[in-house]
C-alpha cells in the first residue's frame, strides 16, 4: 500500500492522480444534484479543438465522460510504467525529462483507449440526446399526398432519418398534390405543421 501511495503521488503520476479527483468531484457532486450533466456536452464544437477531437475519435459522447475516461486510462498507464521503470531513473534534470516522457505515453495510452472504449457507447448517447422531434422536423421538405393542402386541411409525406413520415399539414398558399413544401413551424393544439411552398422558401418570400 505504501508503495501505491509513494507512485500516486509523485512525479510524473500525480499529474494524473490530480486531474482524476478533479472528474470524480465533479461526477459526486453531478450524482448529488449540486450540478448538471450537458446533455449537450459532446465534443461538436466547432474550430480547431472539434477537428482534433474527431481526428482522434473523441467525438459522440459528453465531454466530461471522455475525459474522465482518458485521465483514468492515462494514470493507470502513468502508474505502472513509473512503478516498473522510475526506481531505474536517478533525481535531478534526468528525472523531470523521465516525467515528461512518461506523460506523453501516457496521454497517448490514454487517448488511443478512450477512443477505443467510447465507441460502442456513441449509439447510446446519440439516442439519448437527440432533440425533440418537433424541433428536428422543422426545416425539412415535405411533399403534399392530399388532393390540397389549405388553412384548414391537408397531408404530406416527409423524410427524416430516412424515416417516412405522414403529417397533418397546413398552408396559407393553396398547395396540390406532389407539390414540394418546406415545414415551418408546430401547430400544437391541432397537432399539424405550417408549411410553405418550397421555392417560396428559398426564394426568401415566407420571411415574416
Not at 501505491?4 to 503521488?9: D, K, L, R, S
Not at 477537428?51 to 459522440?60: A, R, Y
Not at 465522460?65 to 512503478?83: K, P, R
Not at 428536428?136 to 415535405?142: E, F, N, P
Request: charged share 15%; hydrophobic share 50%.
Amino acid at each position: 500500500m505504501e508503495t501505491f501511495f509513494v507512485v500516486a503521488f509523485s512525479f510524473p503520476t500525480v499529474v494524473f492522480s490530480v486531474l482524476l479527483c478533479v472528474a470524480i468531484v465533479y461526477w459526486l457532486i453531478s450524482l448529488l444534484g449540486m450540478g448538471d450533466i450537458d446533455a449537450d456536452g459532446d465534443i461538436d464544437a466547432s474550430g480547431d479543438f472539434s477537428g482534433l477531437m474527431v481526428t482522434l475519435g473523441l467525438q459522440g459522447v459528453p465531454l466530461p465522460l471522455v475525459l474522465t475516461l482518458l485521465f483514468l486510462f492515462g494514470w493507470l498507464a502513468s502508474y505502472f510504467i513509473d512503478l516498473v521503470c522510475g526506481a531505474l531513473v536517478p533525481s535531478g534534470l534526468l528525472h523531470w525529462l523521465y516525467g515528461i516522457a512518461v506523460i506523453f505515453a501516457a496521454l497517448v495510452v490514454g487517448v488511443l483507449t478512450t477512443s477505443v472504449v467510447i465507441r460502442p457507447l456513441r449509439p447510446l448517447f446519440r439516442r439519448a440526446f437527440l432533440p425533440p422531434l418537433q424541433k428536428r422536423i422543422v426545416g425539412t421538405s415535405c411533399v403534399v399526398i392530399s388532393s390540397k393542402v389549405t388553412e384548414e386541411t391537408g397531408r404530406g409525406e416527409a423524410i427524416l432519418d430516412g424515416a417516412h413520415l405522414i403529417l397533418q399539414i397546413r398552408s396559407q398558399s393553396l398547395l396540390s398534390h406532389r407539390q414540394r413544401a418546406v415545414i415551418i413551424e408546430h401547430i400544437p393544439e391541432k397537432n399539424a405543421w405550417w408549411v410553405v411552398p418550397e421555392s417560396e422558401f428559398y426564394s426568401g418570400d415566407s420571411a415574416g
